[in-house]
């Protein structure tokens, strides 16, 4: 395990060094465009006043000119039908990008009959759950924000550790979109945390709602279907959706049940949400004793601490006699309170 607590934290010094970098590239940037939006300003100011005596017969012009261009290439004068029919031919892609649906000739994996995990389907109609029964000593490692730069290194951390998780996948980076496919065809299973992982699909269930559609799609373009398992940002007990909207997280957590989803908090975690260190992120991590156990951890932007800390951490509870599973419809299922 030390060659990849080494990795880990020679990418992690890399990474910090990259992101200086592009800070103070962007910050470039911004000036620059300031200028030349400024002087574009300047230019259209100037050229209007010149222009605007003759405005008129322009327009005037423009209109009979494009009224012929119209009739002489449908046949109809005035008839426009023929400009919008020229962009049938991209209505998918435009289907796609404004309501998030996924075009059939989009998909790159053909839903497979046979296998196994196609039951992990969200499914209106399968709303039995586990609340109640604990099985062996379990730790059902998790892993959200993803996928990210470090999405492989956390793959091939995982096998040598002969484990597998749960990866609650979002598309903050699109780029690593087939990182989710990667992933699964390792044996993780995928959940769903949300396309933007933005508070401000909290401010109604129609906003949340939207926002998984849209990453359902991109996890069904590449595994075959939308998965019943969720997370919502910050946990079901998160009280900063009330800036959004009060008693928000009451209505998702009935409704995401009812149209065939499950929702899963923790009951463990890493701490990386708070950027601690490796060896903080350990101590955290290995003093939880439930029998069945719901780990929460980080795969995201400056994660290569939990990168590091994880192969400690998983043999420490192998060492006390606990298994590593994926999530799965006969996992224990574990809510927070809700506080909102």
């Known amino acids: ?42 230019v259209a100011g100037g050229s209007k006043v010149e222009k605007k005596g003759s405005s008129s017969e322009a327009a005037s012009s423009s209109v009979t000119g494009e009224n012929s261009a119209v009739s002489g290439a449908n046949g109809m004068t005035g008839d426009t039908t023929g400009t919008v029919a020229d962009t049938s031919s991209t209505d998918s892609v435009l289907v796609a990008t404004v309501t998030g649906e996924i075009a059939p000739d989009e998909a790159t994996v053909t839903p497979n009959p046979d296998d196994p995990r196609a039951i992990f389907a969200v499914d209106p109609n399968k709303t039995d759950w586990n609340f109640d029964k604990d099985g062996d000593k379990v730790v059902y490692l ?66 949340y709602f939207w926002d998984l559609e849209q990453i359902g ?58 950027m601690l260190s490796v060896e903080e992120e350990i101590a955290e991590a290995t003093s939880c004793d439930y029998n069945n156990i719901v780990m929460l951890a980080h795969d995201g932007d400056l994660k290569e601490a939990t990168l590091e800390a994880l192969p400690t951490i998983i043999q420490n509870y192998k060492d006390r006699g606990y298994t590593f599973k994926p999530l799965d419809r006969e996992a224990k299922v574990i809510h927070h309170e809700v506080l909102n």
Request: proline share 2%; with cysteine; net charge positive.
């Open 142 to 207: 998790t892993l959200d924000d993803g996928p990210s730069y470090l999405t492989m290194q956390f793959l091939d951390m995982l096998d040598a550790c002969d484990v597998k998780a749960t990866f609650f996948v979002t598309s903050q980076d699109p780029s690593y979109a087939d990182c989710i496919q990667e992933a699964y065809r390792r044996g993780h299973t995928i959940g769903l945390h949300t396309s933007s992982h933005s508070f401000e699909i909290y401010k109604s269930v129609e906003d």
């Open 217 to 274: 799609n991109v996890v069904r373009d590449q595994i075959g279907y939308v998965p019943a398992f969720i997370r919502f940002p910050g946990g079901s007990s998160n009280t900063r959706s009330a800036r959004y909207a009060k008693g928000i997280m009451a209505k998702l957590t009935e409704e995401v049940q009812k149209r065939g989803y499950q929702y899963w908090d923790w009951n463990a975690e890493t701490g990386d949400g708070n």
């Open 1 to 42: 395990m030390d060659k990849w607590q080494k990795r880990a934290a020679e990418r992690r010094k890399q990474r910090e060094k990259q992101l200086r970098q592009r800070m103070m590239i962007a910050g470039g940037a911004v000036v620059a465009l300031l200028i030349v939006i400024f002087i574009i300003t300047r």
